[in-house]
């Protein structure tokens, strides 16, 4: 037998394992799944002394392999992150149970009762790049949400994802669900994570977390259905019309409040006839906070102190204090390139033009588009989902950010006296 | 430049006019769009002679290569068929547009104005098999919901096909609507349709229906979101409780009233202690009707006009008159059995018990499942959705029957005045 197949048959054996417990989740009610999370929040702040030995081997790990500062960050848990992980499980055992709701309902009209309900989609595969908060956070919503989860965390992490999970499933144990509702395949490497891509039937649906690189394998290989959290190239779009110092607050919000995050703004787009009013402000703004400027020839004639973009600026998700600028003649070339470069994620233009502000809300087919406000705003605590799982870029199923009930399927349920079709 | 390279090149440029088309197609109110599908209407009609010959020429092809009675007869249209084709289309147009309906909104604590509308997908794959009937069908439901469309119906309608396409393009055109929205690509054969499930970016869904073969290898290959609309290999189950009467209409019908569909039922699980009451009625109806029996070895004990089912009869779906028959030994027995051979599209249970009505609605994990009401009730125009695009038997998106709204994405619009975010 060769290795991928050893490897196949024993993470089989764990999908199937997943696909048991979720049946007993799926049947669970609301108090026996949050007593399963307080005490999971609870045991993570109770085994701190297995968690970080743990985590300080995946950091030293990763140091000898020449790990970015910026993932080593990512990487690392302490007291503080770890009490921030426990309290936001605490948030998610807040939240309303999502399984069991009714989404339509009537009686037909031969007297069959029809209803739609949400239930569990079953067990939900992730994907995702050495950031053990997610194990906990995908866990915890998971849960809640009546599903299985089998985590693939990444072996820079591994040693810190294997404790975390053994310390959710003992948590489980002790409330009574089954601890293979939440397990980690890590130790099947590569390997592993494309098993996992095409077990359809025992996978019922695979969230990616993580680069563009991450996500776009796993949509070209999966044949598992796939909930695309994508990247964000997003667009501020400076209308003729627009109030100065609004401009320059929404382009500042968008750029500096947290440019790592995917709906910080990578793009602005501003007014020809009103670039020589608005670019200035706008731009010294940014300076002043230490935002690189790349700027197409007009904005640069306007704005000198800026490195000239080139074409693949236009393409880049920064995630970084860089931002592209751009001056278009209108409207209609603001569309066109946000048409042509956007990921589709959030797009806002600011402007004090109603027929332009509808145009734009109309023709740009983003996940979210906004009239002046910032694009920091497209998020799951901010639109009021209590948590989030992400924010999807793709059309079917859900889009823009996703809250608990994204993470649930639906059934009709049909109440009949016997009733036949004629 | 091989020839692979030319199909896939000549194929874009069409993908290219379909995503060109959908942009406006998105623009377009109710009352432009019902226009054009009552243009489309009218002109199918007053086309039969083109159509006609061109159905014809196929359906010659079809007995040089010894095409099935049945494929035949789904090939055929004569004016009768096309009258009715006609009527849907006229049908489709009379619902109400989906699309800018607002789904949930609410003005967070900030003041921004956030809601949830419905918009079209953009551009909509459809991969089927030699039935012209589904061209003018997910031609006009796609329409009705903003989407353009790309048909890849099969070579052996393939000159029917062209024409009606033909048709279609002109009225679109009459009623200055671009006519790329509806478009074939069945001149590139079967690599044009690998083309199409690759075309991620340009493609935003794809909508299989067909044999399970098809509907099979479309969700293997492709790298675009997939709906898909299954295969039924649905169970009724007799509980101990069942009402003699109502257990034998709900089979007869389940079986007998329309067996090529997928919402037949294929599979009939007796509760051991009431199988000698109940087996005997029910099946000497179904054999009245001409339906074999294929029964495991306790009902053929208590039927013997049977023939013994093998174990692949539980997993056959057979759009026949034939109906695997076992006996088990409790309601765990049957949701075990469900569990096991079941597709996850259609599951009626006949029964009196309350507790065991709850029970099998909670756990059986289908798309649809039902108390004491025939299995034939899965539909779309049942469910009081006007037009039907199929029953999805997955998780995401849509499960059960699907209408319009199936049809369809949806954006989040936020409007501000200036907000940014602390």
């Known amino acids: 037998m060769s290795e991928t197949a050893v490897v196949a048959s024993t993470l089989t054996d764990k999908l199937v394992a997943a696909r048991e417990a979720s049946i007993v989740l799926a049947q669970a009610n609301a108090a026996t799944k949050n007593k399963a999370l307080r005490t999971i929040a609870d045991a993570v702040m109770r085994n701190q002394s297995r968690i970080f030995p743990a985590n300080e081997l995946d950091l030293a790990n990763g140091r000898e392999n020449n790990m970015s500062e910026g993932l080593q960050d990512r990487l690392r848990l302490d007291e503080k992150r770890l009490a921030g992980l426990s309290h936001a ?71 810190t994802n ?129 935002v690189t400027i790349h700027a197409d020839e007009r ?44 990921t589709h994620h959030t797009e806002s233009i600011v402007t004090n033009d109603l027929a332009r502000a509808e145009r734009f809300l109309a023709e740009v087919d983003s996940a979210v588009v906004m009239v002046n406000a910032s694009t920091r705003f497209t998020d799951g605590g901010e639109f009021g989902f209590g948590a989030e799982v992400g924010i999807s870029t793709q059309k079917l199923h859900a889009r823009g950010p996703m809250g608990l009930p994204e993470l649930t399927s639906t059934r009709w349920v049909v109440r009949g006296t016997g009733q036949v079709r004629s």
């Open 299 to 342: 904005s640069l004639a306007i704005f000198p102190d800026a490195v000239a973009a080139t074409e693949d600026d236009w393409a880049t998700e920064y995630m970084s204090l860089d931002l592209s600028v751009k001056v278009v003649d209108d409207l209609d070339g603001a569309i066109d390139h946000i048409r042509r470069y956007s």
């Open 89 to 159: 499980v605490l948030e998610i055992a807040d939240l309303t149970d999502p399984i069991g709701q009714v989404i339509r309902g009537s009686v037909l009209p031969n007297g069959l009762n029809v209803t739609q309900v949400r239930v569990p989609f079953g067990v939900i595969g992730a994907i995702y790049e050495a950031r053990p908060n997610v194990t906990i956070d995908i866990a915890a919503l998971a849960l809640k949400s009546g599903n299985a989860v089998v985590l693939r965390g990444g072996s820079a992490a591994e040693n």
């Open 162 to 290: 294997r404790v975390l999970v053994d310390v959710i499933q003992s948590a489980l144990a002790e409330v009574g669900l089954p601890f293979e509702a939440v397990q980690t395949i890590d130790e099947f490497g590569r390997e592993g994570a494309k098993e996992l891509m095409r077990a359809r039937g025992l996978v019922d649906v695979l969230i990616p977390r993580g680069s563009a690189n991450l996500i776009n394998s796993v949509v070209t290989e999966s044949s598992v259905p796939v909930i695309e959290t994508g990247a964000g190239v997003v667009h501020v779009y400076l209308d003729e019309s627009a109030d100065l110092d609004t401009a320059v607050d929404i382009v500042h919000n968008a750029k500096v409040q947290r440019p790592s995050v995917c709906n910080a703004v990578e793009t602005l787009l501003v007014n020809a006839a009103s670039a020589p009013r608005l670019l200035p402000a706008v731009l010294t703004r940014l300076r002043e906070s230490g």
